[in-house]
Structure formats: structure tokens, C-alpha cells
């Protein structure tokens, strides 16, 4: 851990050459005039806006992901009670947040390069974008839903920056069709772990695994067969040709099959880098018996898009990490992580 934190000390220099981008994107015009709210959110933002401000301004200093835990805490749930609020996703204060979480985000994104091992962006949901030394994949990109959208011009700037859009379920808050014209349009392949629905009118388009290998440019990925439930998700490994490694989990939710997860079938217990898991993953405690994990990157908190009872805020996603006793990072929307090649345990 001691050389995760001098890597992001290291890097810090380099991200300060983007502060005038990453400025000029946060004090960007604002968006076009969401729909006329009611009087409840209207009120509802005027209690909830300067909370979203005051976090918006402590991330724009940009700290690093891995210091100030107790800090970076207090601040997240500075926003818990307003993206618990039940029409969350029709706040025009959560919503131009959003935005320039992801203003701040593809300015970073477009400014970066890695040289060795990988760089792991979180973005709205369990979106992460993973970029290597020659390639650049997105997991679960969608817009989002209600008026908390990332905006359009830059989800396209995100497809034409990455090299294929991996999609762990064929659940509504892990896909969105429009994404996925916008990568078949370019000419790159859509992954996803069974054939969507007939309505969606490109389904031949697409590239099914429900288990094996794709072999990217310097990077591997394997493709486990899960479920959420009784539906198909798949489980993605990454691992870059210098040795780092991280899985995205989706929604990781075996309860239907207990016993026969796909987990239980790894001895020894496998070694990675980072683990991204949807963080209210009933599963975890015995998936960690099997995926050793150096750290746990936080994912899939404060969803909207779900009902109140299904959403889960940075007070529970703080609890849960305490309670495996591994390192973890708690990024916000379209903050990074880097991931050195080798990771040291």
C-alpha cells in the first residue's frame, strides 16, 4: 500500500498539468435548462445544492483517492440524505453535479496517458473506465437516468477514446441501447453475456461470451460465468501484460446457486490488485475466501435509478469496507485510481 500512495504522489505532478482543462470543464456554461421542477424539489435542491457544492469544490482540488480517508468520508456523505431523496434523479442539482463530475472526468480522461500498469476511472454507477499502455475499455457505460444523464457529447467522446464497451448484465441500470449504437456505429465491439432482447434491433451486432478469453493489446481479459440471481452476469479480469490486475464483478449476486458459485472453483485463492464489486454484493464475504484482493475499489453506491430501500449511500459503503479488514478507496463519480504494475502486497 505504502507504494500505491507514492505512485499517486508520484502522478500528482502530472495531474496538475491538466488543472487548467480540468478548470475550464468545471466552470464550463451550464447545461441547457432541465424541465420546470416541482415545488418539493425545487425545495429540495435549495436544502441539498450547497451540499453538492461544497463536495463538488473539495474534488475539484483534486485529493488523492487513497489520503485523507477520514476526510474524503465526511465529504461524500455530505450528499447521502440528497441522493436518498426519492426523486433524486429529477433534481436539477443533482444532475448538474453529475455533469460536472463527468466535465471534469473526460477532460482528465482525454489528458492522460499511462505508461505501465492501469488507470481505473469511476464514473456514475458501476461505469468504470479502465485505460493501459494501449488500450482504453469501458464496462457498463450508460447515460443514467432521469435528468441525472452524463451528458451525450461526452458519452461519444468516451466511445471514440476506448476500444470496446464490456457489458456485465442485461439490467437497466448496466445498459443503455444508445451506448451501444454509438460503439457498433464506430466499428467496435459490444461484449455482453447473452443476446439482448429482440427490440433491441442490433442484436446480431453484438459479440456474446458467457466464459473465456478476449485478447486485447496489451491486455487480457477472462470472462467468469455468474448470475445475479436467476440472470446471466459476467465477471471481468483484467490483466495488463506488466502484471496488473483487476475484476469487475457487476452485480455479483449468486443467492439463487449457493455452493456452486464460479468463485468456489479457483484453488489456491487467486491474487489480484483490485477488486470492483457492487458494494451491497451479498456474496463478498465468501468470494473474498477465493479472490484475494490487495484492494477494494467502492462501486455501485447511491444508484437512483433504484428505489429508496435499493440504494446504498456512502454511510453503508464505509461500514461494509470496515468490516473486511482489506485496504479500500471510495472514489466519487469521475475520480481515478492508479493501479502500478506490479501492485506490491
Known sequence: MNRIKRTLRATAAKL????????????????????????????????????FAELGVWLDSRPPVLDNQAEREAKLKLIDD???????????????????????????????????????????????????????????????????????EIIERIVARTDILLVTHHHGDHIDWDVWDMY??????????????KEYRRRDELTVIRQGKIDLPGVLVNVFPSYQKKD??????????DGATAMHLGDENNIMRLGSEWYRKIKPPMEIDVLIPNIWCPNLKPLLDHIKPALVLSSHEHEIGHPVEGRRPYSYVYRVLRAFGLPYAVPAWGERFAVPAPLPR
Not at 463527468?102 to 468504470?128: P, R
Not at 488500450?135 to 457505460?141: C, F, G, N, P
Open 82 to 152: 440528497a441522493l436518498l431523496y426519492p426523486e433524486a434523479k429529477l433534481m436539477p442539482c443533482a444532475a448538474d453535479f453529475l455533469r460536472r463530475r463527468m466535465e471534469a472526468f473526460i477532460a482528465d480522461f482525454e489528458a492522460s496517458s499511462v505508461d505501465s500498469g492501469m488507470v481505473i476511472w469511476k464514473l456514475y454507477n458501476h461505469t468504470v473506465i479502465i485505460q493501459t499502455p494501449e488500450t482504453a475499455i469501458a464496462v457498463d457505460l450508460i447515460h443514467g437516468p432521469g435528468i441525472m444523464r452524463t451528458p451525450r
Open 184 to 197: 457498433l456505429d464506430a466499428g467496435k465491439k459490444v461484449v455482453v453475456p447473452e443476446p439482448a432482447k
Open 232 to 241: 446471466l452476469d459476467s465477471v471481468y479480469l483484467f490483466k495488463t501484460k
Open 16 to 51: 496538475a498539468t491538466a488543472a487548467i482543462l480540468l478548470s475550464a470543464a468545471v466552470f464550463a456554461p451550464p447545461a441547457p435548462a432541465h424541465a420546470q421542477p416541482t415545488a418539493d424539489i425545487q425545495a429540495a435542491c435549495s436544502e441539498y445544492s450547497p451540499k
